[in-house]
């Protein structure tokens, strides 16, 4: 299904989270100038000029509409495999320096990068001397994985149908992937299965504080159409639950959060309204990265 996002929709819905989140703590300045720009939206005219200022969101017009489709995650990868190691995406600059925190503690053994994606994780392990094996769904992200990093094995499968024996890993990596799967215990069960005991899994997902606030993995394809893979909310206790059935102890918990550096990322908002992006986002948490043992 497609959906034609109006630019309005998500201005005015930055703005509100914006007066939400300084409905106590900001200043009465701060809000006077969020609604003055809420009325600015809803009463753009015609050239879309939201703020009277021809060249700051002027170029935007405020009906102006983006069509944007779901797509399932390995047609999604497929479609964004080309671009997605390309520098900008705030997530992927959250995540990665956590989950690598992580890695790095851990002596080199045999490993897996489960939801594999380019291989960006798979070649932190191999530079720190794992043995390293990779797996994804999607072709077009495995080819470039194979090309990043050669001396892994990668092998196309489904994360909840891992092509390995029992406790065939020391240490198990998924990045930014369990949350695109609706029901997390099977998947789970599945990572641990290929754990040894005594083994690590270290797992990041979209934080579920955006997921509910509607944030999902978007992506342009090569034909320049928008589409997103969605992200599914489950809380912590989703995955707290998840990780105790599967047999696994969480040791660690850490939540990265936006900063005002990154705003420019949202870029159709921070163009049209940078102070209400900064206000609505910035302090937020972004990622969950979870490290768990095996025992």
Not at 192 to 220: C, D, E, K, Y
Request: a negative charge; one cysteine or more.
């Amino acid at each position: 299904m497609e959906r034609h996002v109006r630019l309005s929709e998500l201005l005015i819905g930055t703005e509100g989270l914006a007066l939400l989140r300084s409905l106590y703590d900001g200043s009465d300045e701060d809000a006077a100038a969020r609604l003055d720009e809420v009325r600015a939206i809803l009463n753009a005219d015609g050239d879309g000029d939201v703020d009277g200022d021809a060249d700051g969101v002027g170029d935007h017009a405020h009906d102006a509409t983006e069509p944007i489709a779901e797509a399932d995650p390995r047609a999604g990868y497929a479609a964004w495999s080309a671009s997605y190691d390309e520098p900008g995406n705030p997530i992927v600059a959250l995540e990665q320096p956590a989950v690598w925190g992580l890695i790095d503690e851990l002596p080199a053994g045999r490993a897996l990068d489960a939801a594999c994606g380019t291989g960006r994780h798979a070649a932190r392990l191999a530079t720190l001397g794992h043995d390293v094996d990779g797996v994804d769904l999607t072709p077009e992200m495995l080819a470039i994985a194979r090309v990043n990093v050669p001396g892994a094995g990668f092998r196309e499968a489904d994360l909840r149908a891992i092509p390995s024996g029992d406790a065939a890993y020391q240490l198990v990596v998924c990045g930014l992937a369990l949350a695109h799967v609706p029901e997390l215990a099977a998947a789970v069960a599945e990572l641990s299965r290929v754990l040894a005991s005594g083994g690590r899994l270290i797992v990041s997902v979209l934080h579920p504080f955006l997921a509910m606030l509607g944030w999902q993995a978007p992506f342009t394809g090569a034909d320049g159409r928008r589409g997103f893979v969605r992200e599914y909310a489950h809380t912590h206790a989703d995955y707290l639950v998840a990780l105790r059935a599967a047999g696994l102890t969480l040791e660690q918990l850490i939540e990265p959060r936006l900063s005002a550096t990154q705003m420019p990322a949202k870029r159709r908002a921070s163009r049209a309204i940078p102070d209400a992006t900064v206000q609505a986002y910035a302090g937020l948490p972004a990622v969950l990265v979870l490290g768990a043992v095996k025992p």
